[in-house]
């Protein structure tokens, strides 16, 4: 039984068939595993970063699918870690949690509520078509902190792999830049 991600405050019922208890479970799991946080970016969780794929039972198991942000990313053992210890913690014992690397992620999977939590944590959010854009076009990276577009790339390695270090030429404060992928 595979269970879809839910649009979250969706009110979809159960598949067609399937056992009401299955379908609860599926979707406590999936509440659990959705509301761990990034471990380098705490305001952030795994549902507003988007790589929660999907769950299923499988052979009565809960198995939770995840995607990296990218292939090597040095959180995602970090990230599996946290979400098989909120299975358990929501008892599920013997849930696994597994590593999909197709389709990738891209920032283009960052909901708009996770999008909201980076500017307001000071970090620009990276901007949208990332999938159709070129690798090394230029961009335009708003500050988070007034708004202005004026802003100009210092470094682009930042506080982790997965930023850049900008700064704002309107009011000379330095930002991260979550980097479009």
């Not at 599996?80 to 210890?85: F, I, M, R, S």
């Not at 008892?91 to 197709?102: I, N, P, T, W, Y």
């Given at each position: 039984m595979v269970a879809a991600l839910p649009t979250p405050g969706s009110s979809d019922g159960p598949a067609q068939g399937a056992p009401a208890c299955c379908d609860a479970d599926l979707e406590r799991a999936r509440l659990a595993a959705a509301a761990v946080v990034?471990?380098?970016v705490p305001v952030l969780t795994l549902d507003d970063l988007g790589i929660l794929r999907g769950l299923e039972r499988r052979e009565g198991r809960i198995v939770v699918k995840l995607t990296p942000t990218y292939t090597g990313?040095?959180?995602?053992?970090?990230?599996?870690?946290?979400?098989?210890?909120?299975?358990?913690?929501a008892?599920?014992?013997?849930?696994?949690?597994?590593?999909?690397?197709?389709p990738p992620w891209s920032t283009d999977d960052i909901t708009e509520e996770g999008r909201r939590k980076l500017r307001d944590f000071g970090i620009a959010p990276p901007v949208r078509g990332a999938r159709a854009r070129s690798l090394f076009?230029?961009?335009?990276?708003?500050?988070?902190?007034?708004g202005s577009t004026s802003?100009?790339?210092?470094?682009?390695?930042?506080?982790?792999?997965c930023k850049a270090l900008w700064r704002c030429e309107a009011c000379a404060e330095p930002f991260d830049y979550f980097k479009c992928l």
């Open positions: 990034d471990p380098e990313c040095p959180a995602t053992l970090a990230i599996e870690l946290a979400v098989q210890a909120a299975l358990l913690e008892g599920f014992a013997d849930a696994k949690v597994e590593r999909v690397l197709s076009a230029e961009e335009t990276v708003a500050c988070p902190k007034c802003t100009s790339r210092i470094s682009e390695f930042g506080s982790t792999a």
